[in-house]
């Protein structure tokens, strides 16, 4: 990504999380990796004014306590928060949660690959996405509450 800010993983599973961190590793993405068990620790650490916003959020949706699609419920409906992109990396293949996800504004929806080689290569499509991506450019009383770009390496 093409700037400093953070990447937020919320992700209970934490055999997950390492594979994350590792494909962070081996693309050598420069961002720092942000990483809450659900959605309570990941409203908790984005409301927390001593952190820095992320400048996208990756999300599972099968979490304890707060799961994925309650935690775009009350991050979306935040004016500060409804603006930091949201991607889901999830196992779930289900149709309805495709949609459910798209109509709560998610940026992207992906299916966790099993293989390794092909989890790296869906964490470098979404590198690429955000780093090639623009956001409009807004004046918000908050400059830190939105990425000005995104990217994940």
Same mark, same amino acid.
Do not use: S
């Given at each position: 990504m093409r700037n400093s800010r953070p990447v &937020? &993983?919320?992700e209970d599973d934490s055999i997950d999380a390492m594979t994350v961190r590792r494909a962070f590793r081996d693309l050598k993405v420069a961002n720092p990796l942000k990483h809450t068990i659900n959605g309570e620790e990941a409203l908790a650490y984005l409301q927390d004014e001593a952190n820095d916003k992320p400048c996208v959020i990756l999300l599972d949706l099968n979490m304890p306590k707060m799961n994925?699609?309650?935690? &775009?419920?009350v991050a979306k409906a935040d004016p500060v928060l409804r603006k930091i992109p949201v991607i889901v990396l999830t196992t779930s293949s289900e149709e309805r949660d495709v949609v459910e996800s798209f109509r709560l504004s998610v940026a992207g929806y992906i $299916?966790?690959?099993?293989?390794?080689?092909?989890?790296v290569e869906? $964490?470098?499509?979404?590198?690429?996405?955000?780093?090639?991506s623009e956001l409009p450019q807004e004046k918000m009383e908050d400059a830190d509450a939105l990425c000005q770009t995104h990217t994940v390496g």
């Open positions: &937020l &993983l919320v994925g699609a309650e935690f &775009l419920k $299916i966790k690959p099993v293989d390794y080689r092909k989890f869906a $964490i470098q499509t979404i590198d690429m996405y955000w780093t090639l």
